[in-house]
Antibody, heavy 118, light 112 residues
Framework: EVQLVESGGGLVKPGGSLRLSCAAS????????MNWVRQAPGKGLEWVSS????????FYADSVRGRFTISRDNAKNSLYLQLNSLRAEDTAMYYC???????????WGQGTLVTVSS | EIVMTQTPLSLSVTPGQPASVSCKSS???????????LYWYLQRPGQSPQLLIY???NRFSGVPDRFSGSGSGTDFTLKISRVEAEDVGVYYC?????????FGQGTRLEIK
């Protein structure tokens, strides 16, 4: 059974930093591209970042480029998102999601909540 | 960048009746590899999204056959043949043909 478990969310002040983690199991992690998607309270889904299986190809939404950094450790079956220079508008549930070899974003974690507030 | 537009934004359906959600993209989602990079998800209340349909018309593993996807190019439709109580939630389309990946605004389905 595929499992994606996010952690690391919390309350942080504007300008602060957080590191989110996503622990993967139940599939061959190093064969999959991985994504972070976020959802502000009461709003829709927004793609944030993607990383290829080898970490060679990394992409970001314009809204986070230069502030967020995606990474992965295939030996630990883990995905990460470093969030720096946080703003109020970054407040959201952050989901990690796997993307299979056919580019289908198939499985999602339960999310970790990031709240940016003074 | 590709913009995804869903209609309607909300639906109220009697159990056993059909429902339909439209998703239009600002550019064709047909790739030169012959595949169409359009997906449908359901987010039930308090849950994370779950994949229903991939590549416009293929049901994902375990998805009931009352769900179907159709369309090509820029116009796509998700249909539920007979709505059940468990179908309540928000439906999203997603394009992954081009970065940035883009979701529709979501369509909220409620039961009458």
């Amino acid at each position: 059974e595929v499992q994606l478990v996010e952690s690391g969310g919390g309350l942080v002040k504007p300008g602060g930093s957080l590191r989110l983690s996503c622990a993967a199991s139940g599939f061959t992690f190093d064969n999959y591209r991985m994504n972070w998607v976020r959802q502000a309270p009461g709003k829709g889904l927004e793609w944030v970042s993607s990383i290829s299986s080898s970490s060679r190809h990394i992409f970001y939404a314009d809204s986070v480029r230069g502030r967020f950094t995606i990474s992965r450790d295939n030996a630990k079956n883990s995905l990460y998102l470093q969030l720096n220079s946080l703003r109020a508008e970054d407040t959201a549930m952050y989901y990690c999601a796997s993307e299979n070899l056919l580019s289908t974003v198939d499985y999602w974690g339960q999310g970790t909540l990031v709240t940016v507030s003074s | 960048e590709i913009v995804m537009t869903q209609t309607p934004l909300s639906l109220s359906v009697t159990p056993g009746q059909p429902a339909s959600v439209s998703c239009k993209s600002s550019q064709s989602l047909l790739h030169s590899d012959g595949r169409t990079y359009l997906y449908w998800y359901l987010q039930r209340p308090g849950q994370s999204p779950q994949l229903l349909i991939y590549e416009a018309s293929n049901r994902f593993s375990g998805v009931p056959d009352r769900f179907s996807g159709s369309g090509s190019g820029t116009d796509f439709t998700l249909k539920i043949s007979r709505v059940e109580a468990e179908d309540v939630g928000v439906y999203y389309c997603l394009q992954t043909k081009q970065l940035p990946k883009a979701f529709g605004q979501g369509t909220r389905l409620e039961i009458k």
